[in-house]
């Protein structure tokens, strides 16, 4: 059974400061996708990593792809409140078969002034 | 831009009562999926369906059952409702390797 885990679940960080959440999956995908939540809104797309070694920035955000450590990380650089959210990883092993994801619980990011 | 809408926001039900939701996707998807979404439980895939007709059960399909008779319309179904099953539905589509889309959800709270 694919287990997919976040770390942290939650985190308080200050504005202008750094900070990287990670995403774990226990089987073997080289096929990640990372999603953004507003409270009480629905789930919009950050980012699609399909390969070993993929990374995708978007503004303040970066996410990567290590398929061999079973491994994506979603960077904050400078955080700004805006980002307050919550950010979810979803994992894809059906091999291209049906596209069905597994998702972590999810990050609940607050960005404090 | 890829439009998935859902038939009602917010939904108040007795137990007991046969429950329908329903999503219609406007981008040609081959693949549509239900989840709920449950505090501290994250997204969970109730059902999905990646063709007409065609459907396969998620991890918690138990109470459920949908149908898909046109390419842009998946109906999840609570057969009975029951308190348990109050929670955010949340119905998406995809095509390949292309990421989810995600309707606005459905808040359903059963009494």
């Known amino acids: 059974e694919l287990k997919v885990e976040q770390n942290p679940l939650f985190l308080s960080m200050q504005e202008g400061k750094n900070y990287t959440i990670y995403c774990n999956y226990s089987?073997?995908?080289?096929?990640l996708y990372w999603y953004r939540q507003d409270p009480g809104k629905s789930l919009e797309s950050l980012f699609v990593?399909?390969?070993?070694?993929a990374v995708k920035q978007e503004g303040r955000l970066m996410a990567s792809l290590d398929t061999k450590a079973r491994l994506s990380t979603l960077h904050i650089t400078a955080a700004v409140h805006d980002l307050s959210a919550t950010y979810f990883c979803?994992?894809?092993?059906?091999?291209?078969?049906?596209?069905?994801?597994?998702f972590g619980k999810g990050t609940l990011l607050t960005v404090n002034p | 831009d890829v439009k998935v809408t859902q038939s009602s926001r917010y939904l108040v039900k007795r137990t007991g009562e046969k429950v329908f939701l329903e999503c219609v996707q406007d981008?040609?998807?081959?693949?549509m999926f239900w989840y709920r979404q449950d505090p501290g439980l994250g997204l969970r895939l109730i059902y999905f369906?990646?063709?007409?007709?065609?459907?396969e059960k998620g991890d918690i399909p138990e109470g459920y059952s949908v149908s898909r008779e046109k390419k842009e319309r998946f109906s999840l179904i609570l057969e009975s409702a029951s308190t348990n099953q109050t929670s955010m539905y949340l119905c998406?589509?995809?095509?390949?390797?292309?990421?989810?889309?995600f309707g606005p959800g459905t808040r359903l709270l059963v009494l």
């Open positions: 998406a589509s995809s095509t390949g390797l292309e990421t989810q889309y």
């Open positions: 089987t073997t995908s080289d096929r």
């Open positions: 990593l399909l390969s070993n070694g």
């Open positions: 979803a994992v894809d092993i059906s091999g291209g078969s049906n596209y069905k994801l597994t």
């Open positions: 981008m040609d998807h081959e693949n």
């Open positions: 369906s990646y063709d007409v007709k065609m459907k």
